[in-house]
C-alpha cells in the first residue's frame, strides 16, 4: 500500500516486574513482538482473553505506560512519552463503562469545555460552538451539555463519552471493550453511528474487545492475543476462515458453534 | 410435566410516587427437561422474574399473580415456610457475577459442603464429614474440574471467573434440582470459557433431565442454547414460543429488531453495513409509556398501540402486538 499508515507498530515489548518474596522479583513479560499497522478508515480488532495484553497494549498507544522497546509510529513519526501532549489530540480513548468513566458531578457541557480549554487555543464562544456541533454530530441535543451524565441512559450516555473523544476532531479512537457492555439495540445504534463516523471523517478504529462477532461484521483487520504474544494477523475475513494457530481456532470456533 | 407456571405475574415496586409496574402481567411455563430462554434488554424485569420465583425480593417489591404453580402446587398461598421449603429443595439460581456471590472468606471446600442438603447423605452421623468431602469431591469433578485439591484451598479471589462460575454451578447442583435459574451465568466470562460452560449446562439438562432458566440479554447466546424462548421488553412478555420459530418468523417488531440487529443472523448483510437499530432508547422505570411499551419506539405503531396488547397465539407461538408482523391467522 502507497499511504503511510495511521499508526505503526514495531516490535513492540514491555514487562512488569513483580515482587516475589521479600528480595526476589519476578519479571512477567506482557507483550512481546507485537507488530502491526492500522491505515487512514481502517479498523483494526485486537481479540484476547484477559491478561493477553489488550489493555497493556491500549495504554502504550496512549502513553499511559511507555515501553520496553520497540517503536511506535504516528502518520510515520515516531512517537515518545514526551510527546504525549502533542499526540492526545489525534489517538483518543473510550473506556468500558460509560457510567463510570464520567464525572458526576459536572455536567456535560463543562466537561467538554475543559477537554477544550487544556488542549485547544479555542476561545469561549468557539469552544461553545464545538461542543453544540459534537453533540449534533452525535445525535444528542444542544440542552444536553446541560445535563448531569446520571441524567442520561446507557445508549446516550456512551454517545456523550464518544463526544468527549471526538470533539477534538482525532484520526484514531481507541474502544476498549466500549460495546460489550451495551443493550443489543442500543449496540446497532452504536455501532451504526461509529461506522458512518467513518465513513465520513475517515476516522480509524482500534477495537479492544472478546465479542467476536461484532468484530467480524465491523473490523477490516484483527489481531489475535494471547499471553502477549500474536498469533494470528491478517484481513479479518482471512483469520475467521483460515485461523492458524490453535488457540485462534479455538477461539473463532467459540464464537461461531 | 409442567414444572413452573406462571400466568399474569405482576411485580410492583413501592416508590414515594406510588407503585411502578415493573413487570407486566407476564406468562412463563417450563416443563421438565426444557431449556428456555429469557431474553431482553436491562431494566425488561428479566433478573427480577428470577428473584420472584426463587422468592428472594424483599418487601418493598408487591408479587401478584393469577397462577404461580410450581409443579401443580400454588407457591403464593401457601406460608412462607412452606415456600422456602419447596424452593430450597427444587430451584437452584446461579448468578452473573460468581466470584462476587460468593463467600469471600471461606476456602470453596467448605461452602460447597455447605451446599449439600442433609437428605443426600446416606451414612450415619460420624460417617458424614467424610461423605460429605467425598460428594464436593465428586460435584466438582461432575463439572469439569479435575485437580480439586487445589481447588479446596484457595478462596474465590484466587480463582478465575470461570472456575469460580463452575463452583457456583457445581453448588447448584448439589441438592439435585429439577430447576436451575441461570441468570446471565457468561457475562463475565471469556468466549472460549462461555462454550465450555453452556457445554456443560445442557449436558446436565440431557443426563439429568434438569429444566434450565437461561436468563441473558444476548440473543444469539440463549438462541443457540435453548429450546423455547421468551422475550420481554420493559417488563411486557413481548413474544415466546419455540425458539427456532421465533427466529425463523418473528411476530413481533420487537423480537425483528433483536434479531436483526445481530450480525450473525444476517448473512446477507456485507461486513461494516449499517445495522438495523430501533430509534429511541429505553425508557426509564419512572416514564414507562402507557399501553404497549415498545410504542414510542415501534416502527408500526398506531393508535391502537396506547392499549395494552392482549397475549395471542399462533399454534405454539405467543406474541402481544395489535399488528404482528405476519398477518393475523
Known amino acids: 500500500m502507497m499511504t503511510t499508515p495511521l499508526l505503526e507498530i514495531r516490535q513492540l515489548y514491555k514487562s512488569y516486574q513483580k515482587a516475589q518474596g521479600i528480595f526476589g522479583r519476578k519479571t512477567i513479560q506482557a507483550l512481546s513482538d507485537i507488530s502491526f499497522s492500522l491505515y487512514p478508515g481502517q479498523t483494526l480488532a485486537i481479540v484476547g482473553e484477559t491478561g493477553s495484553g489488550k489493555s497493556t497494549l491500549a495504554k502504550l498507544l496512549v502513553g499511559i505506560e511507555t515501553p520496553d522497546s520497540g517503536e511506535i509510529l504516528l502518520e510515520g513519526e515516531a512517537v515518545t512519552i514526551s510527546d504525549y501532549k502533542k499526540y492526545n489530540h489525534v489517538i483518543r480513548y473510550i473506556f468500558q463503562d460509560p457510567a463510570r468513566s464520567l464525572n458526576p458531578h459536572q455536567k456535560v457541557g463543562q466537561m467538554l469545555d475543559d477537554v477544550l480549554r487544556y488542549s485547544t487555543q479555542l476561545d469561549e464562544e468557539q469552544r461553545q460552538d464545538k461542543i453544540h456541533q459534537t453533540l449534533q454530530q452525535l445525535g444528542l441535543m444542544e440542552e444536553h451539555a446541560d445535563y448531569y451524565p446520571h441524567m442520561f441512559s446507557g445508549g446516550q450516555l456512551q454517545r456523550v463519552a464518544l463526544a468527549r473523544a471526538l470533539i477534538m476532531d482525532p484520526k484514531l479512537l481507541i474502544l476498549d471493550e466500549a460495546l460489550t457492555a451495551l443493550d443489543p439495540s442500543l449496540r446497532a445504534q452504536i455501532v451504526n453511528l461509529l461506522l458512518e463516523l467513518q465513513k465520513n471523517t475517515g476516522l480509524s478504529y482500534l477495537l479492544i474487545t472478546n465479542h467476536l462477532r461484532l468484530v467480524r461484521h465491523i473490523s477490516d483487520s484483527m489481531l489475535v492475543l494471547h499471553q502477549g504474544k500474536a498469533l494470528d494477523y491478517g484481513q479479518t475475513h482471512e483469520v475467521f476462515s483460515n485461523p492458524q494457530h490453535d488457540y485462534s481456532k479455538k477461539l473463532i470456533k467459540s464464537a461461531q458453534s | ?329
Not at chain 2, 81 to 87: A, D, F, G, N, V
Not at chain 2, 111 to 135: A, H, M, V
Not at chain 2, 269 to 292: E, N, V
Open chain 2, 1 to 329: 410435566m409442567i414444572l413452573l407456571d406462571i400466568k399474569n405475574l405482576t411485580i410492583e415496586l413501592e416508590t414515594a410516587e406510588g407503585l411502578i409496574r415493573a413487570v407486566d402481567r407476564v406468562n412463563l411455563t417450563i416443563r421438565e427437561g426444557e431449556i428456555r430462554g429469557l431474553v431482553g434488554e436491562s431494566g425488561s424485569g428479566k433478573s427480577l422474574i428470577a428473584k420472584a420465583i426463587v422468592g428472594v425480593l424483599n418487601k418493598r417489591w408487591h408479587i401478584t399473580a393469577d397462577r404461580f404453580s410450581w409443579a401443580g402446587q400454588d407457591l403464593l398461598r401457601l406460608s412462607y415456610e412452606e415456600q422456602r421449603k419447596i424452593i430450597g429443595r427444587d430451584i437452584a439460581m446461579i448468578y452473573q457475577e460468581p466470584s462476587r456471590s460468593m463467600d469471600p472468606t471461606a476456602p470453596i471446600l467448605e461452602q460447597l459442603i455447605e451446599s449439600i442438603p442433609d437428605s443426600e447423605l446416606e451414612s450415619s452421623w460420624w460417617g458424614r464429614p467424610f461423605e460429605r468431602r467425598k460428594k464436593a469431591i465428586a460435584l466438582l469433578h461432575k463439572v469439569g474440574i479435575r485437580d480439586h485439591q487445589a481447588i479446596f484451598n484457595s478462596y474465590p479471589y484466587q480463582l478465575p471467573e470461570g472456575v469460580c462460575q463452575k463452583i457456583m454451578i457445581a453448588m447448584a447442583i448439589a441438592k439435585k434440582p429439577k430447576l436451575l435459574i441461570a441468570d446471565e451465568p457468561t457475562t463475565a466470562l471469556e468466549s472460549t470459557t462461555q462454550a465450555q460452560l453452556f457445554r456443560l449446562l445442557a449436558s446436565f439438562n440431557q443426563l439429568k433431565g434438569m429444566s434450565i432458566l437461561l436468563i441473558s440479554h444476548e440473543l444469539e447466546t440463549v438462541a443457540r442454547n435453548t429450546q423455547t424462548l421468551s422475550v420481554l421488553y420493559c417488563g411486557q412478555l413481548v413474544e415466546a414460543g419455540e425458539t427456532a420459530t421465533i427466529l425463523k418468523q418473528p411476530l413481533h417488531p420487537y423480537t425483528d429488531a433483536l434479531i436483526k440487529s445481530v450480525p450473525e443472523f444476517q448473512p446477507d448483510l456485507a461486513s461494516k453495513q449499517p445495522l438495523y437499530a430501533l430509534p429511541g432508547s429505553i425508557p426509564t422505570l419512572q416514564h414507562l409509556p402507557i399501553g404497549c411499551r415498545l410504542g414510542p419506539r415501534c416502527p408500526n405503531a398506531r393508535k391502537e398501540c396506547v392499549k395494552t396488547p392482549v397475549l395471542d397465539r399462533l399454534q405454539n407461538h405467543y406474541f402481544s402486538c395489535h399488528f404482528p408482523l405476519q398477518g393475523k391467522k
